[in-house]
């Protein structure tokens, strides 16, 4: 067995919007696996907002890339030799591969990466990447652990038809909230209210936020699900109820900033309104994923939870393929598909 390993490679530290020059595309033969070591043909690739961060210098919740390494991804794949008695040949697995064709991972690796076997019977490898993967995680913890809600109250989440958003507007209905999505674009904003079933979803590209949060949060705010940071939280802040909770999950438009992070201007709304902001890390609740994906699947199974992902094909496409979610270009999870079976 002779395979090539395609790479790429972070070659410099982003200013502003990843540019082409910042990827070296590398090539080099896959070895055979040694003992306890598995080698996975990666079929997809999570493209995540969370990769800008990681192109950055300084510290995290987890190292930066280095310049030369493979840059950092999680994926879906199938297993094609293994010396591990864990895993087999055909199993499908998901894990942090990196941006590359093959991952020949080590048994000091496997928990690094973690590598842990998927059942494709509960859904599609792009399901796990989404709704089964880390942004339903994400959704549904930083949700229900940190946000709090209670049936009844009213939930704002931005980003609302991402992935991320997809989880924590749907998770939301199912518990009995009203949910108000604001997203970028009518289409998107359509597709929150028919197929994620938000009370309505507020186009921030079209009008004014604030008059959208008067009209569709008569009562007020009382959990703000923040994918995005920046002007819109700024605005969410000034419609929070007493008591509100705040989950700061990311800061999307503030990702590619070259001049300092813009922080929110209305934050004495929290000392008024009594009200909490908590920043949350998904892998802190790593050890109860198996309680997100029993219940996420089952409402899937019921037909109750879509997950929408966004597939764009081919290794190469890589590059302008990750920014197009700085740009909302992505409709869905953003999904590099690398190979078929
Ligand atoms: N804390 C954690 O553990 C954790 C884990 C996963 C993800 N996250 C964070 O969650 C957020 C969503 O991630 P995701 O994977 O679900 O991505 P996503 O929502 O599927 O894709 C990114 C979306 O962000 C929106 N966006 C981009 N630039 C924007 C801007 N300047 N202003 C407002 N919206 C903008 C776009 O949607 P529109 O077209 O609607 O504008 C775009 O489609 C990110 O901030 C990410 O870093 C955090």
Redesign the pocket.
């Known amino acids: 067995m002779s395979l090539t390993n395609r790479q790429y490679r972070l070659a410099a530290r982003p200013v502003g919007m990843p540019k082409p020059s910042d990827w070296n595309l590398t090539s080099e033969t896959v070895a055979e696996p040694a003992d306890g070591q598995v080698l996975i043909k990666v079929l997809q690739l999570s493209l ?3 990769m800008r961060g990681w192109m950055n210098e300084g510290k995290s919740y987890i190292p930066p890339v280095g310049i030369g390494e493979v840059m950092r991804a999680g994926g879906v794949g199938k297993v094609v030799a293994s010396k591990n008695p864990k895993f087999a040949a055909g199993d499908h697995v998901a894990g942090y591969f990196g941006v590359q064709e093959y991952c020949l991972a080590d048994p000091a690796r496997l928990t690094q990466i973690g590598l842990s076997k998927i059942d494709l019977r509960m859904g599609t490898p792009s399901q796990w990447l989404n709704a089964l993967g ?2 339903g995680m ?1 959704g549904y913890f ?1 949700l229900l652990e940190v946000g709090q809600p209670k049936a009844g109250e009213t939930v704002v989440v ?8 997809q989880t924590v507007g749907q998770v939301a209905k199912i518990k009995g909230c009203r949910a108000i999505g604001i ?3 009518r289409e ?1 904003c359509d597709f929150a209210v028919r197929e994620l079933h938000y009370d309505a979803c507020i186009d ?2 079209m009008g004014s936020l604030k008059e959208g949060l008067k009209e569709h949060c008569p009562k007020g705010v009382d959990v703000y699900f923040d ?2 940071g ?1 002007d ?1 939280l700024d605005t969410v802040l000034t419609r929070i109820n007493r008591k509100a909770r705040i989950v700061i ?5 503030q ?1 590619n900033n070259t001049t300092p992070v813009k922080g929110p201007s209305n934050y004495l709304s929290l000392l008024v309104n009594r009200a909490r902001m908590e ?5 802190d609740w790593a050890e109860r994923y198996g309680e997100a994906i029993r219940d996420i699947s089952e409402w899937m199974r019921e037909g109750r939870f879509a997950s929408k992902e966004d597939i764009v094909e081919g290794f190469e496409a890589f590059p302008e393929t990750l920014n197009k ?6 409709f ?3 999904v590099l598909q690398v190979a078929k079976e």
């Open positions: 995540d907002p969370a880390m942004p994400t930083g931005s980003g609302a038809a991402g992935a991320v958003g997203a970028g674009g998107k921030y590209k994918n995005v920046g819109i999950c990311g800061a999307i438009s990702y920043g949350m890390v998904v892998f979610l700085f740009s909302g270009g992505n869905g999870k953003l």
